[in-house]
């Protein structure tokens, strides 16, 4: 009796899991199943028109559809009416929509724009374009080399003119006719409207230079002008801020040494606006013989840097 009992026992549990992983198994596959989507056949690269010999039919989870996705030929290639593809793809990558043209429409570096954005073209060549490293989808910094023109002579001078530029089309081909590489002549990159009036006047006024920035990082708040007189070797490079010069850490020292930079040059110009009255004076009364006072020579100071704390030194023995 007691071993019929524990057979008894035993068999329901076993009915039990069996019922639980048959339910459990019939209930992923209503939920989950597969459904043909569309992928690349071949490697597509912008431009390559879609046909049936460059798409293939694979199976994919529900779950899992992209969205975006052509489930059917005629959805995909309607009759009668081209598509091209507007972005590079892999064999095996899922075409969606957002990748290729409109029905009947042509390849189209516009259907690439963001809302309310531009594209801009500018001019580069092996070095100004980072030696052919800068592809399609890159961020860039758009730096302008331009003469400007000083009190005695002119001087070279080199800003940031902008920041996180998105390239969406470079002309750079895989190889020339004879088989060695072709390096871009021009880059298009994704500009808001007064940024593409920047580049146009830009490249009227000095050259352009694009400087490849690493995905997802933020814009640096401080940006500075070097010129000639900064091409020195020295701890920060000649810059005036903190290595590196990122508003954080360093903002205290940044904001203190422009306050001091600022109240400097007050003083000075102060102290030149009442010496210049004080001249002026005394020519008008003895026509220009009184001697004027000897300016008081200021102490020089050594400003130096401790982690993010700065401190101001007077140097000098007297």
Known sequence: MIALGVAIVLGLVAVYIANAYIGGSKQQADLGGTTKVAVASVPMAYGTELTPDKVRFVDYPNSSIPPGAFTNGAQLMPAG?????????????PILA????????????????????????????DVSGVAGFVQPNDSVDVLITRSVQGAATATQVTDVLLQNVRVIAIDQEAKNSDGTPKVARTATVEVAPIDAQKLALAQ??????????????????????VSMNDLRYNMYGGARYPAPAVVGGFAGAVAGSIERSAALVSATSSRAGSTGSGRSGGSSRSGGSRPRAKPVAEKPSVEIYRGTKSDQYKVGGR
Do not use: C, H, Y
């Open 81 to 93: 009416q081209k598509r091209f593809a507007l972005l590079t793809m892999g064999v095996n990558e």
């Open 98 to 125: 957002t990748k290729i043209s409109a029905p009947g429409a042509g390849a189209s570096i516009a259907a690439l724009l963001t809302e309310g954005m531009r594209a801009a073209t500018i001019r580069i060549d």
């Open 204 to 225: 009227q006024a000095g050259s352009l230079s694009l400087v490849l920035r690493k995905p997802g990082e933020q814009n640096n708040p401080v940006v500075e002008t």
